[in-house]
């Protein structure tokens, strides 16, 4: 079968394994920084909670 692919074939070949290449490396970094947004949103939103509830536990409701 390989013994019947022309150079053609091969450079057609060569061009699809590297643009495929490239299409995983550019997929695999922005999944990476779409990941590193959601963490850093999810450590916001916890110290924001962990804030309110250090604000509410100092100044309870109803005065004093």
Same mark, same amino acid.
């Given at each position: 079968?390989?013994?019947?692919?022309?150079?053609?074939?091969?450079?057609?070949?060569?061009?699809?394994?590297?643009?495929?290449?490239?299409?995983?490396?550019? #997929?695999? +970094? &922005?999944?990476?920084?779409?990941?590193? !947004?959601?963490?850093?949103?999810?450590?916001?939103?916890? #110290?924001? +909670? &962990?804030?309110?509830?250090?604000?509410? !536990?100092?100044?309870?409701?109803?005065?004093?």
């Amino acid at each position: 079968m390989f013994d019947e692919w022309t150079a053609s074939t091969w450079l057609i070949l060569l061009v699809d394994v590297i643009a495929i290449m490239i299409v995983v490396v550019f #997929l695999k +970094r &922005k999944i990476q920084h779409k990941l590193q !947004e959601v963490e850093a949103r999810q450590a916001h939103k916890r #110290l924001q +909670r &962990k804030q309110t509830r250090t604000s509410t !536990e100092e100044d309870p409701p109803g005065g004093a």
